[in-house]
Nanobody
Framework: VQLQASGGGLVQAGDSLRLSCATSGLTSRQVTLAWFRQAPGKELEFVAGIRYSGGSTTYYADSVKGRFTVSSTNTRGTVYLQMNSLKPEDTAVYYC???????????????????WGQGTLVTVSS
């Protein structure tokens, strides 16, 4: 399984940015595709995820709810993170991740993800 993240950059506060993560090698339709981020000096934290199990369900960290939207072309395609109304505190390296057959309570747990892409840096200036 390979994940390839892209789309990071330098933007100003209030701007929008869309991150993409191309996936390959996923073999199950019961998959969760998620975004995590790590700000300088801070731990890796969950940002957003989309869980496929029959239908699909999206999950968001409280800090990005209403501003960020996660979507995916399908269970084995590209996952996107549309980020609007960006704030300086959104500055971080963003990582995409994938895991099979997660239960709802595990979606935000970074330790449950088996596959990770390389990070893409998002810098938001004030």
């Amino acid at each position: 399984v390979q994940l390839q993240a892209s789309g990071g950059g330098l933007v100003q506060a209030g701007d929008s940015l869309r991150l993409s993560c191309a996936t390959s090698g996923l073999t199950s339709r019961q998959v969760t595709l998620a975004w995590f981020r790590q700000a300088p000096g801070k731990e890796l934290e969950f940002v957003a995820g989309i869980r496929y199990s029959g239908g699909s369900t999206t999950y968001y960290a409280d800090s990005v709810k209403g501003r960020f939207t996660v979507s995916s072309t399908n269970t084995r395609g590209t996952v996107y993170l549309q980020m609007n109304s960006l704030k300086p505190e959104d500055t971080a390296v963003y990582y995409c991740a994938a895991a099979y057959r997660l239960i709802t309570s595990s979606v935000r747990d970074r330790g449950r993800y088996d596959y990770w892409g390389q990070g893409t840096l998002v810098t938001v200036s004030s």
